[in-house]
């Protein structure tokens, strides 16, 4: 049973605009949901997180947007660059314990010039 | 954040051999430590997760006596691939995290092949 869906599985970009990746949860335990970023060949690399109690969260380019009651999340890349051409994994975890992270199957962002 | 470290980065070897990974918490201290298996084009796929001095907690479908866990202390895990074989070749990640807090920090990665 998948508990975190993503989407899309691959998304085009032009150079200059904005990458968006939606992912969904079923679990209301989740309180813990950050985005990685995988470079062919790499460990992923944590990008961005964000808890429920806030609707958004922003770190330069990144952006997390939240939503509760739709038990859905989403990560906008503003001004995409070539360089962020990467897969993107969003994932979900309790924060009690050693809950490890459930991840979504992941998106192949391509950033053409 | 904190720095992960894998050896080796690659490695080939026979079918039947066992294979030692080694994970490394390099400045931070790793109460809890996660193994994942990634095939090509998928998602982590979560195989295990230790806790400093205690046994490891394997997933369904994950065979403990083929992939040995030792986390022998805060700052290195090890994950030996008994016997391995062809389906075992992967790219294997280790993860770490402290107590307390939620965020996992990755290692780098070790592409195994089985030939």
């Known amino acids: 049973q998948q508990q975190v869906k993503q989407s899309p599985q691959s998304l085009i970009v032009q150079k200059g605009g904005i990458s968006i990746i939606n992912c969904a949860y079923e679990?209301?335990?989740?309180?813990?949901f950050p985005w990685y970023q995988q470079f062919p060949g790499k460990g992923p690399a944590l990008l961005i997180a964000?808890?429920?109690?806030?609707s958004e969260k922003k770190e330069g380019r990144f952006t997390i947007s939240f939503n509760k009651s739709a038990k859905q999340f989403s990560l906008h890349i503003m001004d995409s660059q070539p360089g962020d051409s990467a897969t993107y994994f969003c994932a979900a975890s309790g924060l009690t314990g050693n809950t490890p992270l459930v991840f979504g199957k992941g998106t192949r962002l391509s950033v053409i010039a | 954040g904190a720095v992960v470290s894998q050896h080796p980065s690659w490695v080939i070897c026979k079918s039947g051999t066992s294979v030692k990974i080694e994970c490394r918490s390099l400045?931070?201290?790793?109460?809890?430590m996660f193994w994942y298996r990634q095939f090509p084009k998928q998602s982590l796929m979560l195989m295990a997760t230790?806790?400093?001095?205690?046994?490891?907690?394997?997933e369904q479908g994950v065979e403990k006596d083929k992939f040995l866990i030792n986390h022998a202390s805060l700052t290195l895990s090890t994950l030996t691939v008994t016997s391995a074989h062809p389906e075992d070749s992967s790219f294997y990640i280790c993860?770490?995290?402290?107590?307390?807090?939620?965020?996992?920090?990755f290692g780098p990665g070790t592409r195994l092949l089985v030939l």
């Open positions: 679990n209301t335990a989740f309180d813990y």
């Open positions: 230790s806790n400093e001095g205690s046994k490891a907690t394997y």
């Open positions: 964000i808890r429920p109690d806030v």
């Open positions: 993860s770490v995290k402290s107590a307390g807090t939620e965020t996992q920090y």
């Open positions: 400045d931070f201290q790793a109460t809890t």
